[in-house]
């Protein structure tokens, strides 16, 4: 029994790699804590990427929370498996999803698991569904610094580049230091910050109001000497589209906000065409 299991082990990460070895580019977008809409960036860099004619994948390890499919506006649907492995569901002919959203029956259920079965899981993302040849995936990772985005590290020992999500205010600073300072720790470099909710557009006057404050993100890119991608203001709209699966850079793509965030879209492609990543 035990050398059954050492075989489907090695088999495993034998496919693991494989199927990696296909994707050009992976990218991780981490954040040090909740709510400062880390799951918006990644679902808008992904679709951004997907519109510019790229083959994207969305790899959504947020075990206990995933809202990727939510904000795709497949909530409901479901993965099938093919002789090639579990298929990941098609957005557009050219983005594909994972989601452990996708393989649960009712979207109110919680997951408890411990740290094992949570590396389980995303190593067989990684490993048994069928990715195909990809220019870019995804990995939406819960926030701050456990089991899901070093697991995703280690289980991708090439990820291209993490970047990572903040808003202006100070806690949420101090707590995005503590990506910055993780990134370093496991060798993944660092493509950049955005700083999210950067002032509110007034939905009546669409002047910047000062809410959150601005600028935080990048001072503190600044003093870390890393790549500042972005200022995304905090859009009502941006909330709206996302809670109805419509991705506003896709939905709303004439609005200075959605062209803020094609302009950091291409800021990463060129920060990865100029390294060499």
Same mark, same amino acid.
């Given at each position: 029994?035990? @050398? ?5 082990? %090695?088999? !495993? ?6 199927? *990696? ?5 992976? /990218? ?13 960036? +990644?679902?808008?860099? +992904? ?22 499919? @939510? *904000? ?20 557009? #002919? ?28 995303? =190593? !067989? ?25 070093? #697991? ?26 503590? #990506? ?5 720790? %496991? ?9 999210? *909710?950067?002032? /509110? ?5 669409? =002047? ?15 003093? /870390? ?18 809670? #109805? ?12 906000? +959605? @062209?803020? *965030? ?16």
């Amino acid at each position: 029994m035990q @050398k059954v299991d050492e075989k489907a082990k %090695i088999e !495993q990460e034998k496919r693991l790699r494989e199927r *990696m070895h296909k994707i050009k580019h992976k /990218l991780i977008v981490i954040s040090g804590k909740g709510g400062v809409g880390k799951t918006t960036v +990644a679902v808008n860099l +992904a679709y951004g990427l997907a519109i510019k004619g790229n083959k994207v994948g969305i790899l959504d390890v947020d075990i206990h929370g995933p809202n990727i499919a @939510k *904000m795709l506006g497949i909530e409901g649907k479901r993965l099938v498996s093919s002789e090639l492995g579990i298929e990941p569901f098609g957005v557009l #002919s050219n983005l594909k999803v994972i989601s452990l959203a996708l393989l649960l029956e009712d979207k109110d259920q919680p997951i408890i698991w411990r740290g094992p079965l949570k590396m389980m899981t995303i =190593k !067989q993302f990684l490993a048994d569904v069928n990715w195909g040849e990809l220019d870019y995936l995804i990995v939406d990772s819960p926030p701050g610094t456990g089991d899901e985005p070093l #697991s995703v590290c280690q289980l991708i020992p090439d990820t291209k580049g993490a970047i990572i999500v903040t808003t202006p205010q100070e806690v949420a600073i101090l707590d995005s230091r503590k #990506s910055v300072f993780f990134a370093k720790k %496991i060798n993944v470099p660092i493509i950049g910050i955005i700083e999210n *909710m950067s002032g /509110l557009i007034c939905p009546h006057c669409k =002047k910047e109001i000062d809410l959150f404050g601005i600028g935080g993100g990048e001072s503190s890119a600044y003093d /870390l000497k890393i790549p500042f991608l972005g200022r995304i203001p905090l859009e009502p709209e941006i909330v709206k589209l996302g809670d #109805s699966g419509q991705p506003y850079i896709y939905f709303k793509k004439e609005t200075q906000t +959605a @062209k803020i *965030m094609d302009e950091i879209t291409d800021k990463i492609t060129a920060y990865i065409k100029d390294n060499d990543l």
